[in-house]
Structures are given as C-alpha cells and as structure tokens.
C-alpha cells in the first residue's frame, strides 16, 4: 500500500523536504559528444534518512507515515 507523510504539528499533507540515500545500477550511455544518458536505473537500495514539514519545520516523530487513503490522512486535510 502506498504511503504519503503527515505533520502532526500543523496538518501538512503536501510539502515536505525528504532526504534519501540510494544506491541503484544503471546503464550509462555515452554520446560521441561525451553527453552521458542514463538508461535503465533500478534501485538496489533506498533510505529515508529525515523528514521534515516545509510548513513549520517539525521532524522527527512529529511526522508520520499514513497510508494513502486512510482516516488519518485526512484529520487536518486543510493549509495553515
């Protein structure tokens, strides 16, 4: 089930800056030009390493994961 984020603090459903560490396989293709094309990039691994509201600011616990769709998702489902 696909997951979105949730400010406890405010309400923010929308806005949120996301720091991720990946690591992935790729082709890289490489014009004769030397203009490089990266082509069929699968991830090997995936990390989210913080998360923080764009609205206030709050991270941590006070942002929450909920499943799209859920009762939760929308218990402050309105901007600050």
């Known amino acids: 089930m696909a ?24 082709f890289h293709h490489y014009t004769i ?20 509201c764009r609205w206030c600011g709050a991270a941590g616990d006070t942002v929450e994961r909920v499943p799209v769709g859920s009762d939760a998702e929308h218990l402050h489902d309105h901007a600050p």
């Open 33 to 52: 030009g030397g203009d490089l094309e990266i082509e069929e990039e699968e991830v090997l691994d995936e990390r989210v390493e913080r998360v923080s």
């Open 3 to 26: 997951e979105r984020y949730r400010c406890t603090a405010c309400g923010n459903l929308t806005r949120f800056d996301v720091v991720t560490s990946r690591r992935t396989r790729a």
